[in-house]
């Protein structure tokens, strides 16, 4: 969603890939689509587009 920002270059999510299981539950449960995947694990796409909200932090995959 390329059109929806905050504030570029602020957001402090990060990926754990190591953790990852390929599920792609990171990617239905942001609201955003900040999450890829590509060579069957998750992948940040869309770092500007992330709000921070914490779906994925709830998976236990991501830090915001």
Do not use: N, W
Not at 28 to 38: D, I, L, R, S, Y
């Amino acid at each position: 969603m390329k059109e929806l920002r905050y504030l570029p270059g602020v957001a402090t999510l990060r990926l754990d890939e190591s953790a990852c299981t390929g599920c792609g539950t990171c990617r239905q449960v942001c609201p955003h689509a900040v999450f890829g995947t590509g060579a069957g694990k998750a992948r940040i796409e869309d770092l500007d587009a992330c709000m921070e909200c914490g779906a994925c932090a709830q998976i236990g995959r991501a830090h915001v």
